[in-house]
Structure formats: structure tokens, C-alpha cells
């Protein structure tokens, strides 16, 4: 059952960052990542790592069809990377630990964005340490814009009805330093004991306007939440990692494991709060199996404090995107992926191995299965991929959008197809890998490139 938690502190939205336009016409942000000190509770500051603040990040937001170029320093004593997830990018822009920065040096990756409105991620990526730095408080919301295909009705004004919520769970020991490494081991990496909305712990917020879209991302390395209101109202799950729905769907519960986005729209009543609450996860394992444990509480999230008289809001669009419809649906499954033990096919992540190619403008089926007992979730860099099946049956109404990260419950195949695109580079690999961020950094990831025909 859940802590007593008091909602004390005022949930803080991270800014929008600010850009410039360069000669060519690029939309350029400039991002500083440094360690920092922020009081997360009663007592000393938290020793943190931030972008342009003491922790996280601020929004980068930017249309489809413009180019975008980030100038990340680097004032961390060590090497990290910064990478954008979800996005559809070439393979050097991409951020991974192909792409280190060095203490003291600027990386200037840049890109013109062409994929749906949706709302992305950055975090660093840095061979084995990846787990760490993303504690540590480095992560930040990436929001893409569509103008051509806009939803009316849809809340959207940025930290008024539209309001970016990442999620990370902590552990703090007596003198409030992070704690980053929990013993006995638990198979998943360290799970904390309170939550963290945006680098404040369990916040209240203060709602104005009748209904509110929250876009939720677990920035967790281990930890998958299952989100609900603890008076039990329903929502509308609007988006999911990679765009809109098809369609809005009611439900009291959405499950998301580390990486994973959803967009939630929530209506509120003048006066009446409302905690957001994570319950126990559907798992898909044994969660005292003795290969893995934990990771089954309940835990108070924040609170929505509705002011007496609340601005209308319009009423929800009944249809909001194009459902992904890849033509790879009856084609045969093309590649298998077992996950188990820290590897991938028996195989864990070396820097210098390439595992396949994919060509260029190509639709592709994976199957991808866990079989070692441990909560496993599955991420592939450049793409959005459309969910076919799990164990068989069609996919859940929350994975029929776009979706870059999906959770695969143990023994049970889930079946995606992913389209490549137009960005090749035979010598600079994409990954992809479990998002439990423990495991991704023990190796269970592996390399691709995309390539030209023949190539
Ligand atoms: Cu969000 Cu390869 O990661």
C-alpha cells in the first residue's frame, strides 16, 4: 500500500527552451549539461546533474519539416552522450554511444524533423553508464509539432492545459544523497521508494482549465508504473509514444515501462482533487520468482488541486490521427530477437559488431521474446514501429499508435513492424535494447545500420 505522502511542493514544469534561427535557417538550442544541487527534501540539497539547471532538462519543441540543430556542452566531469529518442534521425545525429562528448567539448548534432507530432524524449546514452547519468537527473521532454495536421480540441497551451510529466522513482539515503545501487540485487536495477514529477518530489498541481492533457513519460530505469487516479475516474489516453491514437479510448489504468510515453487528457471537477497513483504493474512475471522481485507497490504520484471555477474546455475530437498501417501486417516474421540474461540471441552488445543491416525503404517484421523470468521492455532507435501482435493476439488499444518502446511480457512473443527510412549510413549503427537501463547497460543491446540496396 502506498507511504503517507503529503503533496508539499508545487510541481515545477520545466521551460520551454529557448531557440535561435541561424543563417540557414535552422532552429538551434543550446543545452549544458552540469552537475548541480537541488532541495528535494527537508534537510541538505541533492547532489544532481542537469541540462541548463541543476536537474533535467528544458522542452525542446520544434515542427515537422524544420531543421533543428542542439549544441550540447559538456561540463560533467566524465564522458556522456546525449540521445533523442523516438526521433527519426541519421545514425550520427543519433546520440548513442557512437556519439561521446568528452568533458569540456560541444557536440552539434542537427536534423530536419519529419515524423508526427508526438512527444519525445532526450537522455544521455553512454556505453554501460547509461542507468547512472539518467538518475542522476539527465533527461528532458522533446516535443515534435505537425502543423499540417493539427487536432482541434485537444488541449495545448504549454504548462496550462498541456503539462509535461516525467516520472522517475528514487531512493535517498539519510543525508539525501542519491542512492545508486541497492543491495541485495534485485534483477532490475535500483528501484526507489518515493517519486519524482519533473525533479520534484510527489507535487501538487494547481489545474485552472476543465480539462487537462498530462504527457506522461517514465523517465525510470527499472520501475514500470501503472497509472491511475485513486477515485478511480477514467481518463482519455490520447497519444502514445510516437503520435496521437487513432482514436481517444476511456479507461482508469495505463501502464507504462521506462521510456514509454502516454498522452492522457483529464477532466476535472471545480474543487475536487485528484492523486495521480501508480498501482501494481501487470508484469507478465512472478514478481517473487527469485530471479527478480519487487517493483509491485503502490505509489502516490501527485496531486491535481482544481481551482473553484475552472475555464471550459472544448470537448475531446473523436478521431485524431491515421492508424500506422506498414504493409509488412501478413508478411513473414523476418528477424527473432530472444531476450535473456543480459543478451540478445546469446549475444551482448560489443561496440565494435554490427549485427545486421536492414536496406533503406524497407518494412520489416521482428518477434521479439523474453524467456529468462525478468521484466524486459524493447526499444529501436530511428524508427516508430506499429505493434502486430502479443502472444497472438491483436495489441491493446494503448499500442495502436506509433510506439518506439514496447514492454514484452515473459514467454510472450510480441510482434512489431517497423519501417526504415531514407537515412543511410553503412559504418554508424543504431540500437536497440532493452530500456530496463540496468540491463541495457550489462549488454542486452545490439547494432544495426541501414543501408543502400546491395550495399
Ligand atoms: Cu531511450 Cu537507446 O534509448
Known amino acids: 500500500t502506498a507511504g503517507e505522502v503529503s503533496f508539499t511542493d508545487r510541481l515545477y514544469v520545466p521551460p520551454l527552451a529557448r531557440s535561435t534561427r541561424d543563417p540557414d535557417g535552422r532552429r538551434v538550442f543550446d543545452l549544458r549539461a552540469a552537475p548541480g544541487r537541488r532541495r528535494l527534501r527537508p534537510g541538505r540539497p541533492t547532489e544532481t546533474w542537469g541540462l541548463n539547471g541543476p536537474m533535467l532538462g528544458p522542452t525542446l519543441r520544434a515542427a515537422r519539416g524544420e531543421t533543428v540543430q542542439v549544441n550540447v556542452r559538456n561540463d560533467l566531469p566524465e564522458t556522456t552522450t546525449i540521445h533523442w529518442h523516438g526521433m527519426h534521425l541519421p545514425a550520427r545525429m543519433d546520440g548513442g554511444p557512437h556519439q561521446p562528448i568528452a568533458p569540456g567539448a560541444t557536440w552539434s548534432p542537427y536534423w530536419t524533423i519529419d515524423q508526427p507530432a508526438a512527444t519525445l524524449w532526450y537522455h544521455p546514452h553512454p556505453h554501460g553508464q547509461t542507468a547512472r ?62 517519486v519524482l514529477v519533473n525533479g520534484v518530489l510527489h507535487p501538487y498541481h494547481e489545474v485552472t482549465t476543465e480539462r487537462v492533457r498530462l504527457r506522461l513519460l517514465n523517465g525510470s530505469g527499472a520501475r514500470v508504473y501503472r497509472f491511475g487516479f485513486t477515485d478511480g475516474r477514467s ?121 545486421f543491416g536492414v536496406v533503406r525503404n524497407t518494412t520489416e517484421v521482428w518477434e521479439i521474446t523474453a524467456i529468462d523470468s525478468k521484466p524486459h521492455n524493447f526499444h529501436v532507435h530511428d524508427v516508430q514501429f506499429q505493434v502486430l501482435s502479443v502472444d497472438g493476439a491483436p495489441p491493446p488499444p494503448e499500442l495502436r499508435g506509433w510506439k518506439d518502446t514496447v514492454y514484452i511480457p515473459d514467454r510472450r512473443p510480441v510482434r512489431i513492424a517497423l519501417r526504415f527510412g531514407e537515412h543511410t549510413d553503412p559504418r554508424t549503427p543504431y540500437m536497440f535494447h532493452c530500456h530496463v537501463l540496468y540491463h541495457e547497460d550489462q549488454g542486452l543491446m545490439g547494432q544495426f545500420v541501414v543501408t543502400e540496396p546491395g550495399q
Open 133 to 194: 547519468h539518467v538518475y542522476r537527473g539527465l533527461a528532458g521532454m522533446f516535443i515534435v509539432d505537425d502543423p499540417d495536421a493539427s487536432v482541434a480540441g485537444l488541449p495545448s497551451r504549454y504548462g496550462v492545459d498541456d503539462i509535461p510529466l516525467i516520472v522517475q522513482d528514487v531512493l535517498l539515503d539519510d543525508d539525501n544523497r542519491l542512492v545508486e545501487r541497492r543491495r541485495p540485487m534485485n534483477g532490475v536495477g535500483v528501484l526507489g521508494d518515493q
Open 235 to 355: 481518463f482519455a489516453v490520447v497519444g502514445s509514444d510516437g503520435g496521437l491514437l487513432p482514436a481517444p479510448y476511456e479507461t482508469d489504468r495505463i501502464q507504462l515501462s521506462p521510456g514509454e510515453r502516454a498522452e492522457i487528457v483529464v477532466t476535472f471537477r471545480p474543487g475536487r482533487r485528484a492523486v495521480l497513483r501508480s498501482h501494481p504493474p501487470d508484469l507478465g512475471v512472478d514478481v517473487w520468482n527469485g530471479r527478480f522481485s519487487g517493483g509491485d507497490d503502490t505509489l502516490d504520484v501527485m496531486e491535481f488541486r482544481p481551482a473553484a471555477r475552472l475555464a471550459p474546455s472544448p470537448a475531446l475530437p473523436s478521431r485524431l490521427a491515421a492508424a500506422p498501417a506498414l504493409a509488412a501486417a501478413s508478411a513473414p516474421v523476418t528477424r527473432r530477437f530472444e531476450l535473456s540474461g543480459f543478451s540478445v540471441n546469446g549475444r551482448r552488445m560489443d561496440m565494435n559488431r554490427i549485427d
